[in-house]
């Protein structure tokens, strides 16, 4: 039986693994491995990729957001106990930069793309939101009039893990919507790096200054430390992976939709909900909704394929959130948990387009139960 | 005129290029770039050099101790405000560990070899210290007998960052002596990454477990989190390096103490003070005292000897920290800010024995004003 495999990083950094393994080798070669050139010129090429003055490189996507709302309390645009909405469905990273910050986590509903519901956010009448966190989950972009118009009001502060290059109808991308934006260079990303790799893309001087420093042990320069930082460094060696695939992030964007596009033409089967299909995600994932998900996801794995969920426990689910957790919540939390209940990634990293029309194939054969 | 660089990286890992960009090619073509063997290898391989029962590898050493004190406070072993002894003379990651997880420093002033004097520490009867955390400064084995004892009534977590090798009088490694360890593999260290990491060691299952978990997102299975945690992993290609060099630290420390003992028997100046030279340090820094710093290091540099100062400012006087901010002191701050005035570093991660000899001539030739 053929295999279709959900993610293999191997077959996925094949086209550029000759090209990775010299950059890595002048890395070594360079005696620099903390900060510098390579650095420098990752960020200045995806600074201009994303379209925002600054990029400041990171070690990862959840230090990126802890910085960010870290910078936000040093400028006193926020404080402790703020609130901050964020939406019910999304990866527990993006839940844990506001906790790790003292903030309180306002979670609100999914729309039906399963992101931020931006009318239940401007609903959200009970607290006062300092700030709103979209999530381009799936790598769809979370942006709308309402998100536009709260910009004046709140901070607006992207996850843009999983949303590079994504873009909105009048063309802006992810990233350089929001105040400040976090990505994540996750290997499995659409630009993932070999290791843990972030960065912070915004327009705003003073949060670049400050991610910078706070990502350097809250030093100004060496050995003189004007805020309590940490260690937050993106490392050269990573900058240069990346710098190999940034120069090819659309095609393998352009990829990844042209599978969506078979899968989103050839799937009929009314027991399966495909995603809407606008042109502008850059389908980190492909999810779909389904009545019974584990009879689903069995069928498919009795086909040869592999399948995954992203994710399968709400973040105000997991055992290290209580109830009390989540300030105020317009989650309804039984619409969040079903949702998780019922959905399933198909592969897409490295799917070619007869690997999607076979897979849809299957899909099509599935009878629920 | 001859020129003694301080620290170029290009001549200290100039031995183990060609090996390491093996080891990166390595995992470049493995397709695993999280976790996995080669991390794993190297947690067991740091584990049997420390002898330690475990090793976790992490992202950095200032991170290394920000996760062990927040297991503490997860285990209830530590609590919020507790107070934790650390020597006024360390490099600020010390401290930031322990204010990032909002518990209250002791500074306690150094003894004659920069370390925690471990009497004053016994005399400090202000507050219950909960924790002590001696810092193997500049590679000198921080122990004795007094903090042997307090082992038994508080928690001791070595910032062993700079001390990868040392030993006390009866053999046993730093990182070995505590209930928990930090380690640095910051790219200049004695085993040095080529980007950060770093690493845990300790005897305690716990600890070690927990540790683990904070560092990926505080999860004991994928998608599962039981702690707020945090992204703090070693990359595989860091632990590929450090596996590479490992095997050799023992040379490399045997190098550094053989420059130092060139140092210690050939500067005879009585302008300048010398390091205590027992045979168990593994000199990351090779520190002198003198009393005109600026004269000396100028003199140095006229005649081709760069120098470092670690560190110039004490962490108690570094604007992001207040008055306020060190709970109890018996630093009596002028004497630690004055040694931070009177301390040298001189050339010691590749001198040769032959560049020890000619430096020490121009040391002996320096006449203090």
New interface residues.
Partial sequence: MKKYVFL????L?APY?DE??AA??R????????GGKEVEDFENELAAYVGTRYAVGV?????AL?LIFRAYKILGRLHEGDYVALPANTY??SA?AV??NGLNIVAIRNDENYNLDSKRLSECKDVDIKAVMPVHLYGRTCWDSILQQTKDNAIIVEDNAQGIGATTADGRKTGSLGHAAAISF??TKNL?????AGAVTTDDEEIAAIVRALAN??SDRR?????????C?L????AAMLRVKLRHIDEENARRQAVADVYCSHIENKGIILPANDGRSVWHQFVVGCVDRDGFRRYLAENGVETD?N???P?FN????SATDIAVSDVDNKVTAELCDSIVSLPIAHTTLQEAHEISEIINRYKAS
Same sequence: chains 1, 2.
């Fill in positions: 293999d990083l191997s077959r950094n693994l990775m393994k890595a080798c890395v070594i070669d360079s005696g620099r491995y903390i070690s990862n996507g959840l230090d802890r527990i990273a844990l906790t790790d996750y290997p993932g790096a070999l290791g843990d042990y809250g050995y003189h430390n004007i805020y309590q930082g940490f260690n460094r490392d050269p060696i990573q969920v994710y399968p426990l973040f997991q055992p290290c959130y």
